[in-house]
């Protein structure tokens, strides 16, 4: 059996510089000793330049943590993800994300041998990548061109909703298809109703998107939204003029059951697409009807981008690495037990939901791959909201509460269509949340005093286009499977979620029954209240 990462030598050696030499250490007095800490503690990565230099860490904390990188076996983790292996172990498949923004001549790493040495299996499935990948970029010119749809309605839960959610929400700017986009994954009423109310069915398309079209979920939403369109004006019968045939397409491996419920127009995936890596996928179809092929094709080409720099980049200079392993290092080391996401742009408003499914599904675990118990903690709480609301909100908390909470700041250099006063005021107010963090206000009144020495990390895009969102996206996406990796759990299943699902079902069932027998007492009385009337 392979060592846990906290049996290693190298956690020990973290363990005692941490005790020795960084329980005490300042930000700022180490700027003021260091002056090569802003050159050694920052970098360009692919449309990404990240300053790490209001970090708790030394250049000698980041040559521990890449010492248990080594010893955690990190590098020939990374190799056997890329080489098509089952690192999803508790349900026996790959995790081959990154297959689909890989060009088909393997592009930025058809040098490496990693392309070369890829097994024929993976090889086939890039060919149907491309296959799949050309025929819904096909499809999403079509609706494009289609004037009397004025409508989109993506109807899906967990990745199948936040990735296309956040991608066609930050890429507004570009955005021209004249279309309106819908989101609808909570299974409350209130949401789908909402949204049918605003659309007509001539007018509209419903994107299905469940890989085995049975989430309870979705479902419930499709067959609602399939009901309501029927009722005002549509039709079964693929050749009346408003069909079913029409105005909905399945994003689902389930062809037989989207044909049963009417739909004939299907784009399928793979079981190594996890939900939340799928916005690359057919799921991504709501995206490329809003962007167009050429810029999906563009924020497959940053993810790529980034792709390649986590398989070739020195660990030292490796940004995935660098950020997974400052998060094993404050979240085992310093014990900061959550992460503040502060996105400094409105089209990243949705950003820090998705990042919350990403981590928290992927690396909240308690047993590692070997159903050992763990004897360290694992994800932090990632939460936040965009700035500048969030300064007016919780950032008071975040400089004068007692919790210490690392932030991490993302910020773009241009503005886009909306330049000028506001985009400038935007960017002074990130860069002064970030230093009044680190420096505090020292020399003041018990009430206005402010310790400082709170750590953040700056991101900066030159720009939110489609090959700098996906760029992004591709870097958390590392990130996550960096620090899995070094925890030794698996980052690609969740049963804790399958957990409440299957209980869902069973109080539905025993609803219909009205059998409580060995339910516990909370759940069977809330039960009762819930379905009787004279409660």
Not at 26 to 51: C, E, K, M, T, W
Not at 526 to 531: D, G, T
């Amino acid at each position: 059996m392979s060592v846990q990462c906290n049996e290693t030598a190298a956690w020990e050696a973290l363990a005692r510089h941490y005790q020795q030499d960084m329980a005490a250490f300042d930000i700022a007095q180490d700027f003021s000793a260091n002056p090569q800490r802003l050159s050694a503690l920052s970098q360009q990565a692919p449309y990404v330049f990240a300053d790490l230099s209001k970090n708790r860490i030394t250049s000698h904390t980041e040559q521990l943590l890449i010492a248990l990188a080594q010893e955690c076996r990190l590098p020939a983790q990374r190799e056997r993800m890329f080489a098509g292996a089952p690192v999803n172990s508790t349900e026996g498949r790959a995790a081959m994300h990154w297959l689909l923004r890989m060009p088909r001549d393997g592009g930025l790493l058809r040098e490496q041998a990693l392309v070369t040495a890829m097994a024929a299996p993976v090889r086939e499935a890039l060919e149907e990548v491309h296959d799949t990948l050309d025929a819904m970029l096909a499809l999403a010119e079509q609706v494009r061109a289609m004037p009397h749809i004025t409508d989109v309605v993506n109807i899906g839960i967990g990745g199948s909703h936040l990735g296309p959610e956040v991608v066609v929400n930050a890429l507004e700017d570009w955005c021209d298809s004249g279309k309106r986009f819908h989101f609808v994954s909570n299974v409350d009423g209130h949401e789908l109703g909402h949204v049918l109310s605003r659309v007509r069915p001539h007018s509209t398309l419903f994107l299905v998107a469940s890989k085995s079209f049975t989430t309870a979920e979705t479902m419930l939403n499709a067959h609602s939204a399939r009901t309501w369109f029927l009722a005002n004006g549509g039709s079964e019968d693929d050749s009346a003029e408003c069909a079913i045939a029409d105005h909905f397409v399945a994003l689902t491996t389930n062809v037989q059951a989207a044909a049963q419920f009417g739909i004939h127009r299907t784009l399928g995936f793979w079981d190594w697409v996890g939900g939340r890596y799928s916005l690359w996928s057919a799921i991504g179809l709501p995206i490329a009807i809003a962007v167009g092929a050429t810029h999906f094709r563009a924020l497959l080409a940053g993810a790529h981008a980034m792709d390649a720099h986590f398989v070739t980049a020195p660990l030292a200079r490796n940004l995935p690495v660098r950020m997974g392993l400052l998060d094993i290092w404050y979240r085992n080391f310093q014990g900061f037990g959550s992460r503040c996401i502060a996105p400094y742009s409105h089209g990243l408003r949705r950003l820090t939901a998705y990042l919350q499914q990403l981590e928290m599904e992927s690396n909240g675990k308690q047993v590692d791959t070997q159903g050992r118990p763990l004897g360290v903690a694992t994800s932090a709480v990632v939460w936040g909201e965009p700035g500048t609301n969030g300064q007016h909100a919780f950032f008071q908390m975040l400089h004068q509460g007692q919790d210490v909470i690392p932030v991490e700041f993302i910020a773009l250099r241009g503005g886009g269509k909306y330049l000028g006063a506001h985009h400038h005021s935007l960017l002074v107010n990130a860069v002064a949340q970030a230093q009044a963090l680190m420096v505090g206000r020292k020399n003041e009144s018990s009430e206005k005093y402010c310790p400082g020495n709170r750590p953040s990390s700056f991101l900066l895009l030159q720009q939110l286009d489609p090959a700098s969102l996906g760029a992004l996206i591709a870097l958390y996406e590392h990130r996550v499977f960096v620090t899995g990796a070094v925890w030794g759990i698996n980052s690609f299943d969740q049963w804790g979620v399958e957990l409440g699902k299957g209980l869902a079902r069973d109080l539905a069932a025993r609803q219909e029954r009205d059998d409580w027998q060995g339910v516990d007492a909370s759940t069977a009385g809330l039960m009762r209240r819930l379905i009787a009337a004279d409660i």
